[in-house]
């Protein structure tokens, strides 16, 4: 069946994907919408029976889990900005100051991080010297960074793009990279660092080597700044904030907020989008084994690029190229329920991350209750181990007693356990993360060339400039207003 199109007084818009980006792209253009005194009708579609896409959150009762994020970082002011516009503000909480810090697998030992130390710099001395994850040689070489020159460049430092494991080596070496740097990095971006572009995703590494010469001079610079001056975006929160109940607090609350003037469509799956006649675009999904085309006057996807490359392909097939060459990574999470006396480590820390020279089967392990209250009671543990990324795609092939077993004996031989857990649960993420791979931030300004080529039809997510989730707040909010201002341009002016 095929809807008529809309009247020119009311704009109809798609948004696909029931995620964090698609909600807050619906809840923003219902917003901009309001301010402008713009009569718009928005359709969200989400092929799942529920919104939230990698977000959500089971309540067990004692347990409170968590089934992909668990936490956002507070220095990129999107979340904490829209908590705000949605009163969730007296929601969120901060990280457990007791525990702060994170350990590092190292030779079968935990090992703290060096105190001071942000992800590859260190900002004091005294703790590098101290840390024996790192051989005498290998801290000589970090310290010689301070008097290396700034790299040549042939085309301009603002312009050069470098992989994570080559800027390391060539300014701290090779140990650093393999024994500190590697394994907090993969943490993040479950990526493999010989292909991670440090300029799309931690550009400020390279920029501190532009404009100070050595990363150490930089970061013991940038200290005393900060003794001095609070973040006022995030000091409420500290670095990382999270929802008192679960991070579905945020995604359910934008349902809410988007269903209320709007309509959310579950277990919708859009697989074509093409151009109407005259204006506007033709939406084809499926539901049920049955098929059906709606007219919209504009069309905002917030699903992954895979995903959006798939719908385009019949009428944009050069933007669908562009976006199937981002690469996705798979990982699964296993959240196990401990007794604190079950376990031999005392778990002083916020989590473990596992170096890949380790030649373990996981490569993080987060004490969720010890970085947030009310995740398991006072006398037990909650630990998310973290299995697959880009490094270990294999291990995924593995079936889910397998992996249960796989985890289980990891965590034996590194924390000591004893016993069996009191709640487990597997949680897979087929392609979940996007790999921000060398030349990444070129082919993004590609696909949005190619994308402004089609007035009306907008690309939001974790995909482009950043993949944590005031990220896809910040892109969705951002393509929001794009489109919100193509449907208030002139007719003529909106034609694909």
């Not at 092929?47 to 089934?67: F, S």
């Not at 301070?146 to 301009?156: D, E, K, N």
């Not at 479950?190 to 550009?203: C, G, N, Q, V």
Request: aromatic content about 6%; some cysteine.
């Amino acid at each position: 069946m095929t809807d008529s199109p809309s009247s020119t007084a009311t704009k109809r818009i798609a948004v696909i994907g029931g995620g964090v980006t698609g909600l807050s792209a619906a809840h923003r253009i219902l917003e901009l919408a309001d301010e402008q005194q713009q009569s718009v009708e928005v359709t969200l579609f989400e092929a799942q029976p529920e919104t939230g896409g990698w977000i959500g959150t089971v309540d067990q009762g004692d347990y409170l889990i968590d089934t992909g994020a668990d936490m956002f970082i507070t220095n990129k002011p999107a979340c904490i900005e829209l908590c705000k516009r949605l009163n969730l503000v007296d929601q969120l909480i901060s990280t457990d100051a007791r525990y702060r810090g994170a350990l590092v697998l190292s030779r079968g030992l935990t090992v703290p991080v060096p105190l001071g130390f942000e992800l590859m710099t260190p900002s004091r001395i005294l703790p590098m010297l101290r840390t024996p994850l790192l051989s005498l040689w290998g801290k000589i070489r970090m310290g010689l960074e301070y008097f290396l020159p700034r790299r040549h460049s042939a085309t301009g430092l603002d312009d050069d793009d470098e992989s994570l494991a080559h800027f390391v080596t060539r300014r701290f070496g090779k140990e650093a990279l393999t024994r500190l740097v590697q394994p907090l990095v993969a943490g993040i971006y479950t990526s493999d660092p010989e292909k991670l572009s440090l300029r799309a995703t931690l550009p400020r590494f390279l920029d501190m080597e532009r404009d100070h010469r050595s990363l150490i001079k930089a970061a013991r610079k940038q200290k005393k700044e900060t003794q001095s001056k609070s973040d006022a975006t995030g000091a409420r929160y500290g670095l990382f904030a999270a929802f008192r109940g679960g991070m579905q607090t945020l995604t359910r609350t934008l349902a809410d907020r988007v269903a209320e003037p709007g309509t959310i469509l579950y277990e919708h799956r859009v697989t074509h989008i093409i151009p109407a006649a005259g204006a506007g675009y033709e939406v084809t999904m499926e539901s049920k084994g049955h098929a059906q085309t709606q007219h919209f006057d504009a069309v905002l996807i917030g699903a992954p690029t895979y995903q959006a490359a798939s719908m385009l392909t019949g009428f944009a097939p050069e933007l669908s190229s562009l976006l199937s060459q981002i690469e996705y990574a798979s990982t699964a999470i296993l959240v196990n329920i401990y007794k604190l006396a079950d376990i031999q480590h005392p778990l002083r820390a916020f989590g473990l991350v596992i170096p890949a020279a380790e030649k373990r089967k996981i490569f993080a392990v987060a004490f969720a209750s010890r970085k947030f209250p009310g995740r398991a009671p006072e006398d037990c543990i909650q630990l998310r181990t973290f299995i697959g990324g880009a490094m270990q795609p294999e291990l995924l092939e593995h079936s889910d007693e397998e992996l249960q077993e796989i985890v289980r004996s990891e965590l034996d031989d590194i924390l000591g356990l004893k016993g069996k857990p009191l709640f487990s649960k597997l949680l897979r993420h087929n392609q979940s993360m996007p790999q921000y791979h060398l030349g990444h931030l070129q082919l993004v300004e590609q696909i949005e060339q190619e994308a402004a080529r089609y007035p009306g039809l907008e690309l939001a997510g974790n995909a482009y400039r950043g993949v944590g989730i005031p990220d896809s707040i910040q892109s969705a909010e951002d393509a929001a207003a794009r489109l919100m201002t193509t449907l208030s341009a002139p007719e003529s002016a909106q034609a694909p």
